[in-house]
């Protein structure tokens, strides 16, 4: 599908700007809301897609290994979640940075900035892809370090040295959806997930079903999928889809990357904090009672929780883009206008999905198990799900607003202090003191950290000078643009 080349921004900030303060008294507070939900909805459809889709594809690698053995699942699940699951959290983080800066610059029509923050997020993403790789080439004696059964852990070893692959596509693959939604361009990644989803649920068919090929090639049709969602991102990408901000590769690239790392470091550490917290679970199941079968309904809680978490994620990075142009083009009443009307529309999702697991709480797992005790551990499981899956629907959201305000390192103390400090002692308490096993640990971790950091973000929120945040992005803006200007003065003329 072919985009207009005019940013929608432009076209749409003025309905609300304050330097048309007359014109927006004239509309009424239905015709606003309709009017930032089309914008916000403009990113959050294709990212809900795409974000799925995506997602998908580890669900649908999980249920083909929980197919072959509980011990396969309980392999795919600890790789996939743990190995898999912490530099995925990391390397989501530190690609939302171009979140801020592409977004502002986007809003301030600093278009040719976006191409030069771009390629040097692929050079931070992707030297901080070979510092983690150790964690895939000794994921085995890791894991029996930490805790988990000697051939649950063997096997994981196997899944993630076959994952490899997958693990060097994230600098790319995260950074071009960036990139990409920034500049409100969200169609293609939607349309390039889905033709991903399509190859990766017939690979895995013929591989695993037909071919009977077994646990490793679950693992290699996930590499493969993945690497065709990033070579059509890239595609689209340099071969003329954004001619306004993609103008060639520039050793420009290579200049500001201390600066560019410490903002990518601060994103990656808040956003890895939240998405390392609740993989911790997994770990802490060891000496349970039945603990195989306490990992494998836990998994398959995560899974869900996981694949419901793309739809907050989606309105994360919509509500990131949204605020970010808004205030790169000075106008924090829309900032503050979309983050209102973002926040809402995710809480009423979250809703119906909490009450759709509180429903059908008996039939939730059997996507990925056919065993008997395994339904009924995600069962006796589901209560909590369904609160965290609306919780879950307000945080993401007031975390976008963070990214889009550039608060990230700020906002990565919170997470420290909520989850680690609060929620993860209170977990531990209820798991070992009082001998409520999995279920008390899992709900000390939620009602003490992540309800206590959604309450902290909703109030720095609340409590927030957005005219302020307009002219901090205007700085940022400014100083990060003169840099590249100054040493290229040719490129405003080509775009």
């Not at 800066?101 to 191409?115: I, R, T």
């Not at 790789?133 to 051939?151: D, E, H, N, V």
């Not at 206008?337 to 809402?344: E, H, M, N, P, R």
Request: aromatic content about 12%.
């Amino acid at each position: 599908m072919e985009e207009p080349n005019v940013p929608l921004i432009e076209c749409s900030s003025a309905t609300v700007a304050p330097k048309d303060a007359e014109g927006e008294r004239d509309l009424d507070l239905a015709r606003r809301v309709w009017i930032e939900s089309k914008k916000l909805w403009h990113v959050v459809g294709p990212t809900m897609v795409n974000r799925i889709a995506t997602f998908s594809m580890l669900v649908i690698t999980q249920a083909f290994a929980g197919h072959l053995g509980d011990n396969e699942l309980a392999a795919v699940s600890i790789a996939s979640n743990l190995v898999v699951g912490f530099n995925f959290g990391l390397m989501l983080g530190m690609a939302s940075a171009l979140e801020t800066l592409c977004g502002q610059a986007f809003g301030a029509k600093k278009y040719h900035m976006l191409g030069i923050y771009l390629q040097r997020s692929w050079i931070v993403l992707f030297a901080c892809s070979v510092l983690v790789l150790p964690l895939y080439l000794f994921a085995s004696p890791i894991l029996k370090f930490l805790g988990q059964p000697p051939a649950v852990a063997d096997l994981s070893g196997v899944v993630a040295l076959w994952m490899i692959p997958l693990h060097f596509s994230f600098a790319f693959q995260f950074t071009l959806l960036r990139f990409l939604q920034s500049q409100l361009k969200t169609a293609v990644a939607a349309w390039a997930a889905l033709a991903a989803l399509a190859v990766h649920v017939a690979v895995s068919w013929l591989f695993v079903s037909r071919l009977g090929l077994g646990l490793v090639a679950v693992s290699v049709t996930l590499d493969f999928s993945w690497w065709v969602l990033v070579v059509g991102l890239f595609a689209y990408t340099v071969l003329g889809g954004c001619p306004l901000t993609w103008t060639g590769f520039s050793v420009e690239a290579f200049s500001g990357l201390w600066e560019f790392s410490k903002l990518s470091v601060a994103s990656g550490v808040m956003l890895c904090l939240e998405n390392w917290y609740y993989r911790i679970l997994l770990l802490m199941t060891e000496n349970l009672k039945d603990a195989e079968i306490v990992v494998d309904a836990l998994s398959i809680c995560m899974n869900i929780s996981g694949w419901e978490m793309m739809i907050p994620l989606a309105f994360f990075a919509g509500t990131g883009v949204r605020v970010a142009n808004e205030l790169g083009a000075g106008n924090g009443n829309g900032a503050k206008f979309a983050t209102i009307v973002s926040v809402l529309t995710s809480l009423v999702i979250g809703l119906f999905f909490w009450l759709l697991i509180m429903i059908f709480y008996n039939e939730l797992a059997l996507l990925f198990s056919t065993s008997k005790p395994v339904l009924e551990a995600v069962a006796e499981l589901s209560n909590l799900l369904a609160f965290t899956v609306l919780l879950n629907s307000i945080q993401p959201v007031l975390s976008g607003v963070a990214v889009g305000s550039g608060w990230q390192s700020y906002v990565a103390y919170i997470n420290v202090g909520c989850y680690y400090l609060l929620g993860l002692p209170l977990g531990i308490l209820m798991r070992w003191v009082f001998n409520q096993g999995v279920m008390g640990l899992w709900a000390g971790m939620i009602f003490g950290g992540t309800a206590i950091q959604t309450l902290i973000l909703a109030i720095i929120t609340i409590r927030c000078d957005w005219e302020k945040e307009a002219k901090n992005a205007a700085m940022r803006v400014k100083k990060w643009g003169d840099r590249v200007d100054v040493k290229n003065p040719c490129l405003e003329q080509n775009t």
